[in-house]
Nanobody
């Protein structure tokens, strides 16, 4: 089993940056593809970015391409999401999740964190 704990959320002005972290427990972290989802009030959960276990492939939603970067450090059991040029529309609870790369892209996951709030003011 993998436990995921997100951190790094907060309040930032439009145009600012934040880096989210997801600390994973267990020795199997490096075996899983990982992703970041977000859910805003009244909206469906959406995949923001995903990365394969080896970091050889990444996926980004069109809405964040060129602004967000997903990365991982398997030695530290940690997943990251660097978010630049933040917009009010990026306001949401951000969750990290593990699963398969194709499954994550299709909204499927095996393990899920508790989330961290990101609020972007205009």
């Amino acid at each position: 089993q993998v436990q995921l704990v997100e951190s790094g959320g907060g309040l930032v002005q439009a145009g600012g940056s934040l880096t989210l972290s997801c600390a994973a427990s267990g020795r199997t972290f490096r075996s899983y593809d990982m992703g970041w989802f977000r859910q805003a009030p009244g909206k469906e959960r959406e995949l923001v970015a995903a990365i394969t276990w080896s970091a050889g492939s990444t996926y980004y939603a069109d809405s964040v391409k060129g602004r967000f970067t997903i990365s991982r450090d398997n030695a530290k059991n940690t997943l990251y999401l660097q978010m630049n040029s933040l917009e009010p529309e990026d306001t949401a609870v951000y969750y990290c999740a593990s699963g398969t790369f194709s499954g994550l892209i299709n909204g499927q996951f095996r393990y899920w964190g508790q989330g961290t709030q990101v609020t972007v003011s205009s």
